[in-house]
């Protein structure tokens, strides 16, 4: 399946080892990888689909993952690593590509690529979704561990069940750490807009 | 207030602190939270709070939601609820009590009323509207501009089944206000109870367009739930509109509850609801599937009520609910699959939008295959038989009439029946050669059985071709495929083939020449019964050779009898009756459906000799049979004819009793949606007419005309229209009667004039409306019907043409009358001889029918105004001529109700003397 200058399995699952031995700086790296074949596939799939259709961020992901690693590592923290990285380049996608639309808009370009995570926002509103992903990255710098679930379920799509599996904890502290997330995120947006 | 951010106590202390609290619910959550020490409440609480807005979105336009949130009710606010007393926002509006209140406003109960005449100030019209106001002028521009969108939103909103915006404005302080329409109705769970599974599919598809039309708009609902779907008086579902709905039922609901996000009915929170996962179209599509759950099974599929949260979440989303079928065995595996896939657990499964689940829901209700169903090709052929069976049943329904034997329908179940005993090789055969047709890949709905069947036809021929033996089983199961179907000429075909496949088996063809006989001869007695009746007078044997042809030749000779009641040849007709009877008894047939069937004919045998003892035997011996033959349709459709003959017996009890059993067998069998079943409830209705309960009658028609499609079932609808109009006659509604008859006459002529089948049905029909001959005349005159006395002779002339079954002699006689009545009095034309000859017979005939006495009079007063009354009759008149007078002083005193009470009463005097009519009914 890998190709000409595609990442290949075998690399994102050393990467991932790489990651999960400490070495930070592999992060980026499979950060790098995993967007850059998640876009990919975006790509395919908005081709594929329908005018209007959405792009759910959950297929995209999965098949990222099975194009990526599948079956080429066992290792529960390498799928670990990988949905939470995938999820987070999910949401950089997601926002990235808003803002590629809002510009193209302005110069009359396509109609937006629509993704799941616009039931999110005001349809009309898409700079709501910038402001949800400052908040992000806000709470990010409080709790890495918030946002992983976060992402994982939001923008990876993946299930409180998955979630809990990957992780190592139950079902129900997935949920609560979900509640915890969003009462911090709406924090913090209600933060940012009172000082705007 | 919101200078605090993690700073005072840190991030960490605070987030554990939260993690704690969510830990918790309910009361245990608030005692958590008011026992911490003062920042840390305050914060706690106001993430708590923050985390009730419904999504990031909501969040992002409103951040000081907590504030508006946590002001106590009424402490800014000077709009209290004060019933009546409360001048209003907009000066005209009156506040009358508070609904509710929720995260930005209070919502009253409000109306206002506009004055016609100033001066006078006497009232024009009341308008009642639910209006929102924002909390406190002091609440922030945040949450004012979230207020505004919502209201912007709202009046953006206009479908007839969401509730309307009425008005907006602001008040003296500045803050806006907005008023929607005020729905009252019964919530639809409620309404449903007593309704058939159509009109309860029908008001699902109502909801399912008002939120399809939000979606549309980008506007999730998210709160779909029975409490939020109220139905109107015009019978109309309506959706209460979003954030209204929501805080309206915060006061009776208590299973209200907050989650992760929204505030949600825990009951009726979709999976990813509850786990905080994003809330799409899909969670609509889900709740949709909840109120369908309901609306169908009376109950949610789960009531988690009384359960602790977090196992009611478990619940909601980890156990598969019991179909709806469980519940109720009525439903069925289709309804089963469409909801059943509107409740998946994760919302990709579900539909993928509103329109898609109410598409499949309108598949449902036309008999179309449904999407949620594994697409099979025979689950596909079923769902076309039962459709084209309903179809052809229409037919069957509009011949049945007032009071016409339902024959033809009992037939049609011996035959599906018969259809599914058939052979297991001819089947095996028609299985493969239908599934290499394949007509279901890819072509959508245009593809037909009809046209897969007619592109096999060759195929089959070719299989079949070496083997008469094979090809005579499989055209005999093509036939009564094509007869399901209404293909005449490929059902004639596949007959002549078994006939065919007879001719070259030579010796051992008696039992399939006979089948042919019996298929070909029997498409004739439906087309053409003269051509029948020589068809059968030719090939059929008098009498089968052996036991093995028993079989066939008394299903040939049953469709032979039939064909020769239809050509009034009735001496032969029953003569082929006996021969039937001897036959039963010569073989000792066993077969319940065969002996039913005969002694359906013997009862009809027994009716023409005018012998209503062995009549009433005949149907007595009909149902037992069929109560053996272990054939619920068959067996209803018989106790349903029985009951005819006993409500003409005038033994009402018994009637009323037999036609409910056979109506419970329906409804036992969920057949109580067909047009069988609606055919039994107008003859029901009939009884309850003739019974006096003129207005059970109206609803139990009014009932069977729900189950009739406007368009596919129209003439089945067109007689229980008519049979409604005169109920309504009765019960002195007229303005009904008027209605339907204005309706109806044009299209019997144009419609029906030139159809030489359906044209003669309606004929009758029109015909047997002539019982009220004299209400009709006056109606129709009422409407100022135009084209006058001759046109109206004219339709009397053709439902006399067309009455002409010996069944149908009392309404002959009606007509008679009428057209008597009408001569006499338009003396436009004058009474033929042959027609004064036909009042002297007619007369002397008698029969015991609704208003005998009136219309005996009409007869006896043409003839007496013609002066050719034979003076045996003469006294006769005069006698009559007091006693129209006494009949018209009695209905002219008794309310209209009792009409009917004193027609069975002139009915039960027929005989005596005049005199007894002095005496008035009790």
Known sequence: ?196 | MDKTAPGIVSFEALDALLDQAYALEGPARREFVEGLPAPQREQIGKLLELSNALTLSDIAADPARSVAKTQEPGEESPLTADAGAEETPAGRWRLHRELGSGGMGQVFFASREAHADTASGSRDYVQEAAIKILWSHRASEDVRARFLRERRLLASLDHPGLARFVDGGFLADGRPWFAMEYVAGTTIDEYVRDQSLEERLRLFLEVCAAVAYAHQRLIVHRDIKPQNVLVDETGRARLLDFGVAGVLDDIDDGVYTRTAGAPLTLQYASPEQLTGAMVTVASDVYQLGLLLYVMLTGAPPYDVSDLPLTEAIDVICNTTPAKPGVRDAAIGSDLDAIVMAALSKSPDERYRTVSALADDVSRFLEDRPVKAMPRTAWYVARRFLRRNALVTGIVTASALALTAATVVSVRMADEAAEQAARSATAQQILSDVFRKADPFQGRGATVTLADALTRALPEIGARVADDPLLAWEVNHELGKIFESLGLIEQEAAAHRAVLAAAAELGDESEVPYLWGVAGLGNVLARTNPAEAVKFFDERLPARPTDAAAVEPWMSAQYSYVGALNRVREFGRADAGTFVMAEIVQQYDVDDPRRRARLSQLLAGVARRAGDAVTEDLHWSDAVRHMRAANNPSALAVTLSNRAIFLGRSARYDESEAAFLESLAIFEEAGMDTDATFATVLRGYAGLLFRSGRAGEAITTTERALKLLDPGSQFYARFVAEVNLAQYSLVTGDTSKTLVVMTRALPVVRREFADDPSIGRRMQRLFGKTMVFGGAYAEAAMAIGYADGECRREADLLRALESLEHPADEPARQKVWAALADLRHKSRSEELTQPDLDGFVALYEQEAPVFFDALDRWRVLDALSSAAVLPPALRQRHAELDAQRAETATLIAAYPAGTLVDLAAYLRSTADKPVSCLQTPPG
């Not at chain 1, 990888?33 to 959405?54: D, F, M, P, T």
């Not at chain 1, 949905?83 to 109609?111: C, E, H, L, W």
């Not at chain 1, 609560?176 to 709406?186: E, N, T």
């Open chain 1, 1 to 196: 399946m890998s190709g000409n200058g595609r990442p290949g399995a075998h690399e994102v699952t050393a990467l991932l080892k790489r990651y999960a031995q400490g070495q930070s700086e592999s992060l980026n790296d499979v950060v790098a990888l995993v967007y850059e074949e998640l876009h990919q596939l975006a790509r395919q799939q908005l081709r594929r689909s329908r005018v209007g259709q959405h792009v759910q961020t959950t297929v995209l992901v999965h098949e990222a993952y099975e194009k990526l690693v599948q079956g080429k590592t066992q290792d529960l923290r390498d799928r670990r690593h990988f949905f939470a990285v995938a999820s987070r380049a999910m949401r950089q996608i997601v926002v990235d590509t808003y803002r590629a639309d809002n510009a193209a808009k302005r110069g009359g370009g396509a109609p937006p690529v629509t993704l799941t995570v616009s039931h999110l926002l005001d349809m009309d509103k898409p700079e709501q979704l910038v402001a949800v992903y400052e908040a992000i990255d806000k709470l990010a710098g409080h709790s890495e561990d918030l946002v992983e679930t976060l992402d994982m379920s939001c923008f990876g799509g993946l299930s409180n069940e998955q979630i809990a599996e990957l992780t190592g904890c139950n079902v129900r502290t997935v949920q609560r750490k979900l509640q915890r997330a969003r009462s911090w995120l709406m924090h913090f947006m209600a933060q940012d807009i009172k000082s705007d």
